[in-house]
């Protein structure tokens, strides 16, 4: 089966520190990448990655930034964390084929007070 | 660019009942996949069901299958049998075949199943 897994499912940080996300991939996908679920918002693309080294904006980046150092390991940093940050983040990985699907983490909720 | 909409943002359905969760899309091109995922309550993503633009005939899996109309830009879920397991949040996604294209989120519809 393939796993996805992320650093933390919950995740509770204060105003203006830095936060780090981590996601690994067991199944050598070229693809990764991070979301933001918001109720009503669905899923909104943050940043992706097609090979080491390599990222792509998303829909909504500000505020954020990402590393892929390694191929099975992409990791979402957020260098000073704000109130309107609070959401679910998921990530996925995926063959870079059009009708290969995404495979899922279990979500990080992280709260910024 | 691509948009997907699910109109309806909570739906509910008996057990045993069959219910049909809608998703429309707006794309200009002819060749893409479409895709219902499902988010149980606490737990991981995982793929319900997928379809081929290209593929006239609808997907089924088990008791999910998909009313597929291309030239109406419609991609329904019908879930028959409903079990209490199938309540959910359900996304329709959409992705072009160009190698390494997104994927686009609809909204979700969240689906509960009453005993």
């Known amino acids: 089966d393939v796993k996805v897994t992320q650093s933390s499912r919950y995740l509770v940080k204060r105003t203006g520190e830095k936060v780090f996300l981590e996601c690994v991939q067991d199944?050598?996908?070229?693809?990764m990448f991070w979301y933001r679920q918001d109720p009503g918002l669905g899923l909104r693309l943050i940043y992706f990655s097609y090979d080491v080294k390599m990222k792509e904006k998303g829909d909504i980046p500000e505020g954020y930034s990402v590393s892929r150092e390694k191929k099975e390991r992409f990791s979402l940093i957020l260098e000073s964390a704000s109130t309107n940050q609070t959401s679910m983040y998921l990530c996925?990985?995926?063959?870079?084929?059009?009708?290969?699907?995404?495979?899922f983490g279990p979500g990080t909720r992280l709260t910024v007070l | 660019a691509q948009t997907v909409t699910q109109s309806q943002p909570e739906m509910s359905v008996q057990e045993a009942e069959t219910v049909t969760l809608s998703c429309t899309y707006d794309?200009?091109?002819?060749?893409?996949?479409l895709f219902w995922y499902k988010q149980p309550p606490s737990r991981q993503m995982i793929l319900v069901i997928r379809?081929?633009?290209?593929?006239?005939q609808n997907a089924t899996e088990n008791r999910f299958s998909v009313n597929f109309q291309k030239a109406a830009k419609s991609f329904s879920l019908k879930i028959s049998d409903s079990q209490l397991g199938d309540a959910a949040m359900y996304f329709c996604a959409y992705r072009n075949s160009d190698y390494g294209q997104n994927f686009v989120f609809g909204p979700g519809t969240r689906l509960s199943v009453l005993p």
């Open positions: 379809q081929e633009a290209y593929k006239q």
């Open positions: 794309t200009s091109e002819s060749d893409y996949y």
């Open positions: 996925a990985s995926g063959r870079l084929a059009g009708g290969h699907t995404q495979y």
């Open positions: 199944m050598d996908h070229e693809n």
